[in-house]
């Protein structure tokens, strides 16, 4: 087996022992060995050699699996626990209601291994007769099963972005593959993603959907024809594939990335130019025969426009805007960001050391990187009192010493219920950075609200405003102020406007991005990394700040290091 079939081995033993009722460490230690196993150069020589275990994230127990599965194709561990759980748990556990208890009593009395043998006992009314159930639980059941087509479950961005690498490592590895990509709202990197829309290229597009639905980890299939296969992850995550031939890819790539706002309006770009594009593709009013069309370039191009990047396609004013000259050539890239900023340690609620902050960013080729941990009225996150900020820069000093990456000490202050930040102005002078939040007091009225951030933002000292909203994507909404307001105090003032790259924050929302840049202001892509994984979060802050059409000369940290550091100083003159 393969690197990526033995992750995939590893993931689906994740989830059946989290269907079993494991601890989430040991569900989550699986997945993270999945994702290690993805990652490792060589895996034939880590096993001949049994250096396994060198590789973070690999325990003994992990390793002898995968030493098994990549030798021997299978897993003992796996059959047993196959074995040992109702067949067909990932599937019936997509059922509302369907509790790993109620599988396995099914299963017992009735000999229920998948969803269509628990329909067809639900209508023959078979499982009323089993203890425990009657005829209401099969009507639930029932609505249950019939509700799986069209169920929206929403998932995050880089949850939806995982399961889809490991999707498309899937697909591209299978028969005449030429490509394979993902459309919609997650290449468009909306925050949450209802739908993984999933896009491959074959000559013989029926053997791939063949081959994709014999991916052990979708747990159930929910239709599919010659070229189309919709199915659910066990997380419930609903997945459609569409496959074409590789000459019609693009268009259709193009199609099914959307947004449907942006289709209409291309549309009517169309249509003034004697044009039409629907599903057929682009052709002449008037004809069915789809113009010859390569690439999205091309198509842009037959319509008068530049290619526009997928995160802009939302019919903001992107499809007029280069008439206005701007072709969003500029628009920001993974590949601007030369530092990463707002980085948690140990001292604070972080997981890892300044230099092994300092070491996982100079692996990413950062050319800086800011520590900024919690002031002292973030106790709960142990925030630093005054001597230990001071203890900490003395650990600066000295982890700079071993690493090339250069280290700028910072604070993430709160902003205290008046506007104040929580060190005296001498200490804050002598940081590098000060990035100011709000971690408590969300619910004051927006006046109230609107008042503290006016002031924090006029506060003479540089600084920059730390996931602005204080939302959290799909549990917790924006608190309420007068963002106008507080944008017109950003502008006049010393002050920039974080993207917190966190996955679950996400904050400043892209239309509040784009009013922010109306005003001129500056903007600071940050990682919120409590951990050496999480300063990958820096992709996720891209991603937002290309939605709220943030250009490279915009970004702080996009500039080289001595720029930055005159841009950020916090007692430097304005
Ligand atoms: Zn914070
Ligand atoms: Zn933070």
């Keep these: 087996m393969d690197r990526f079939a033995v992750a995939s081995a590893l993931r689906e033993m994740g989830r059946l022992l989290e269907a079993r009722g494991d601890s989430p460490f ?26 396994l275990r060198e590789v973070p994230g690999i325990g003994p127990v992990l390793a002898a699996a995968v030493a098994e599965l990549h030798r021997t194709g299978r897993s003992e561990r796996l059959e047993r626990l196959r074995a ?21 009593a099914l299963h017992q009395a009735l000999g229920i291994r998948s969803l269509d043998d628990l329909k067809q006992a639900c209508e023959a009314g078979r499982v009323r007769t089993v203890k425990g159930f009657g005829p209401r639980t099969e009507e639930k059941i029932l609505a249950g ?5 069209t169920r929206e479950e ?33 290449r468009r990197c909306e925050e949450t993603v209802s739908e993984l829309q999933l896009l491959a290229a074959a000559a013989d597009p029926a053997s791939v959907v063949d081959h994709f639905a ?24 609903r997945v459609e594939l569409a496959v074409t031939p590789i000459a019609a890819y693009e268009p259709a790539l193009h199609r099914l990335t959307g947004s449907h706002a942006h289709l209409e309006k291309l549309g009517a770009v169309a249509r003034g130019r004697g044009l039409a594009l629907d599903e057929a593709g682009l052709h002449r009013a008037g004809s069915e025969r789809p113009l010859p069309v390569k690439t999205e370039a091309d198509l842009y191009r037959r319509l008068g426009l530049p290619w526009l990047p997928p995160e802009v396609r939302e019919d903001e004013g992107e499809v007029e805007a280069p008439a206005e000259g701007d072709t969003f050539a500029d628009l920001l890239t993974e590949g601007d960001i030369k530092g990463l900023v707002h980085c948690h340690t140990v001292y604070s609620d972080g997981k890892h050391t300044v230099e092994q902050m300092a070491r996982a960013a100079e692996a990413m080729g950062m050319r800086y990187i800011t520590i900024t941990d919690h002031s002292p ?33 910072g604070t993430e202050s709160d902003i205290l219920a008046d506007g104040a930040l929580d060190y005296p102005d001498a200490i804050l002078e ?30 003479p000292l540089f600084k920059v405003w730390g996931h602005a909203q204080g939302r959290y994507v799909l549990t917790r909404p924006p608190f309420d102020c007068d963002m106008d307001a507080v944008l017109d105090a ?85």
């Excluded at 993270?32 to 993805?38: D, F, K, P, S, Y």
């Excluded at 500056?522 to 059409?549: C, E, K, P, Y």
């Design 430 to 459: 002598q940081l590098d950075i000060v990035i100011a939040s709000v971690h408590n007091r969300f619910r004051m009225s927006s006046e109230q609200m609107t008042r503290r951030l006016v002031t924090a933002m006029r506060h």
């Design 490 to 574: 950003v502008a006049s003032s010393r002050a920039a406007v974080e993207v917190n790259g966190d996955p679950h924050r996400l904050d400043m929302v892209p239309r509040w991005l784009r009013e922010a840049r109306k005003r001129g202001v500056r903007f600071v892509i940050s990682t919120d990394a409590h951990s050496t994984a999480q300063l990958r979060n820096v992709r996720f802050g891209v991603a937002m700040a290309r939605r709220g059409w943030v250009r490279k000369g915009e970004v702080l940290n996009a500039l080289p290091l001595d720029a930055f550091r005159r841009a950020v100083r916090p007692g430097a003159a304005a």
């Design 154 to 186: 929403r998932v995050l961005l880089y949850h939806a972005l995982r399961e889809a690498e490991g999707l498309l490592r899937h697909l591209r590895a299978g028969p005449c593959v030429t490509r394979a990509d993902a459309a919609g709202a997650l």
């Design 377 to 409: 009225t973030a106790h709960y996150a142990g925030g630093l009192p005054l001597d230990r900020l001071k203890r900490q820069w003395d650990e600066i000093a000295k982890a700079q010493e071993k690493v090339e990456v250069r280290l700028l000490r």
């Design 26 to 51: 040991r569900v989550r230690a699986y997945e993270r060995g999945a994702r290690a196993v993805e990652g490792v150069a060589d895996l034939g020589a880590l096993v001949e050699q049994d250096r």
């Design 145 to 149: 099963i019939a509700g799986l087509a």
């Design 84 to 104: 040992q759980l109702p067949p067909g748990i990932l599937e019936l556990s997509l059922v509302p209601g369907m509790t790993r208890k109620r599988i396995l």
């Design 214 to 237: 014999a991916f052990p980890l979708l747990a159930t299939v929910l239709s599919r024809n010659l070229d189309h296969c919709a199915a659910r992850l066990p997380d419930g995550l």
